[in-house]
């Protein structure tokens, strides 16, 4: 590790542990992952790549608008009985990555996005650490589409239910990699009870047909504002992000 990681790393948990220590008063835009100046590189990966099929997927039969009216007339789990809105994803249309997470919560039911609450700051904060963010290179998208009341963990029968809508999501999207924000979307993405702290760390696979995507796990944004010793693992799966995303562009 070089010194300017070292920086990076030691600015980003003293940050963590005042916001922690400060019972969540210190504001979330002033939590970084890495805002040290020493490595301008960590802004620098593409903007969504462009694919010579980009024009015949805008003809084609499935788009992200059609997905997003399937699901908000969805009623095939319980969910819907509770739903404020549906949140179906958003981001780039030919992203680098694509971020998978378990479900809305009462934030991104009340605004149908993704991601918009504390925990959704933070995920935003640790994409800009290595120059992905959701209006460039990223699409933001949950295992189920509506809120599972109370933040519970979603149930089997409603992550069954609402895979066809992420498998549409990532068979149009052909996103580059995947990143899976926590236990419940790594578990469920791979079909295995595997805990996260051994699945993440490394490149794992999802085969979708013929195309196999890397698949790289972590904590999610909203277990590692509640324990500081996950930040540290997160970085690093982060930084084995970028750095695979260099490799191959
Ligand atoms: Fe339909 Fe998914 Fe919402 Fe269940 S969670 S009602 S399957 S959109």
């Given at each position: 590790m070089n010194a300017g990681e070292k920086t990076a790393i030691a600015e980003f948990l003293n940050l963590a542990a005042g916001y922690v220590k400060d019972g969540y008063k210190?504001?979330?835009?002033?939590?970084?992952f890495n805002d040290d100046p020493?490595?301008?590189?960590?802004?620098?990966l593409p903007l969504a790549y462009i694919t010579e099929e980009s024009e015949e997927d805008e003809t084609g039969e499935d788009s992200l608008n059609t997905i997003a009216a399937d699901i908000s007339a969805?009623?095939?789990?319980?969910l819907s009985a509770t739903r404020t809105f549906v949140v179906p994803g958003e981001g780039?249309?030919?992203?680098?990555v694509m971020v998978i997470g378990e479900g809305p919560g009462a934030e991104e039911d009340k605004t149908?996005?993704?991601?918009?609450g504390k925990a959704g700051q933070l995920l935003d904060k640790m994409l800009a650490s290595i120059g992905l963010s959701r209006d460039e290179n990223c699409f933001i998208a949950n295992m189920v589409k509506c809120r599972p009341p109370g933040n519970r963990d979603p149930a089997y029968e409603e992550i069954t239910a609402c895979g066809q809508f992420l498998k549409r999501q990532i068979s149009l999207l052909r996103p580059r990699f995947i990143l899976c924000a926590g236990r419940v979307a790594a578990q469920s993405l791979l079909k295995t009870g595997t805990g996260i702290n051994a699945l993440r760390g490394d490149f794992l696979e999802l085969r979708l047909g013929e195309t196999a995507i890397p698949v790289l796990c972590t904590y999610h944004p909203s277990a590692i504002l509640r324990n500081e010793s996950l930040k540290r693992p997160a970085w690093e799966d982060l930084k084995l992000l970028k750095s695979r995303v260099e490799e191959r562009d």
């Amino acid at each position: 590790m070089n010194a300017g990681e070292k920086t990076a790393i030691a600015e980003f948990l003293n940050l963590a542990a005042g916001y922690v220590k400060d019972g969540y008063k210190r504001e979330i835009e002033n939590y970084s992952f890495n805002d040290d100046p020493q490595e301008p590189e960590q802004t620098s990966l593409p903007l969504a790549y462009i694919t010579e099929e980009s024009e015949e997927d805008e003809t084609g039969e499935d788009s992200l608008n059609t997905i997003a009216a399937d699901i908000s007339a969805c009623a095939a789990c319980g969910l819907s009985a509770t739903r404020t809105f549906v949140v179906p994803g958003e981001g780039a249309e030919r992203p680098l990555v694509m971020v998978i997470g378990e479900g809305p919560g009462a934030e991104e039911d009340k605004t149908g996005r993704p991601f918009v609450g504390k925990a959704g700051q933070l995920l935003d904060k640790m994409l800009a650490s290595i120059g992905l963010s959701r209006d460039e290179n990223c699409f933001i998208a949950n295992m189920v589409k509506c809120r599972p009341p109370g933040n519970r963990d979603p149930a089997y029968e409603e992550i069954t239910a609402c895979g066809q809508f992420l498998k549409r999501q990532i068979s149009l999207l052909r996103p580059r990699f995947i990143l899976c924000a926590g236990r419940v979307a790594a578990q469920s993405l791979l079909k295995t009870g595997t805990g996260i702290n051994a699945l993440r760390g490394d490149f794992l696979e999802l085969r979708l047909g013929e195309t196999a995507i890397p698949v790289l796990c972590t904590y999610h944004p909203s277990a590692i504002l509640r324990n500081e010793s996950l930040k540290r693992p997160a970085w690093e799966d982060l930084k084995l992000l970028k750095s695979r995303v260099e490799e191959r562009d």
